[in-house]
């Protein structure tokens, strides 16, 4: 089970930082990954780190914005977004995967599991 948070109100540049809790699966066996999904919109990709942390993946409107970690010690995952846009507005949502390669870190399919997602206002 996956469980974000951190997401609210915040203005034009100022910075949000979203945490994702998992439980009831061996954490450190997954690749995680941020989606986000505005209004009417697709669900898109935003990052993504590799089982260990040491490999990232970022879509290219969040590169040098958005950074993603990970604390396999507590089970946790972070989006630390800067220099937020409101057109960064959007419910955001963590997700793992098993088995997928860096490859297909991008897909919605690759991940297995998903967490309820947190909103994210950006108001300019």
């Known amino acids: 089970q996956l469980q974000a948070s951190g997401g609210g109100l915040v203005q034009a540049g100022g910075s949000l930082r979203l945490s994702c809790a998992a439980s009831?699966?061996?954490?450190?066996?997954?690749?995680l990954g941020w989606f986000r999904q505005a209004l009417g919109q697709r669900r898109e990709f935003v990052a993504a780190?590799?089982?260990?942390?040491?490999?990232?993946a970022y879509a290219d409107f969040v590169k040098g914005r958005f950074t993603i970690s990970r604390d396999n010690a507590e089970n946790l995952e972070y989006l630390q977004m800067n220099s937020l846009k409101p057109e960064d507005t959007a419910v955001y949502f963590c997700?793992?995967?098993?088995?997928?390669?860096?490859?297909?870190?991008?897909?919605?399919?690759?991940?297995?599991?998903w967490g309820h997602g947190t909103q994210v206002t950006v108001s300019s």
């Open positions: 997700a793992a995967d098993r088995q997928g390669t860096r490859a297909v870190w991008s897909s919605l399919n690759a991940y297995e599991y």
């Open positions: 009831g699966l061996t954490f450190g066996s997954y690749n």
């Open positions: 780190v590799n089982r260990n942390g040491d490999t990232t």
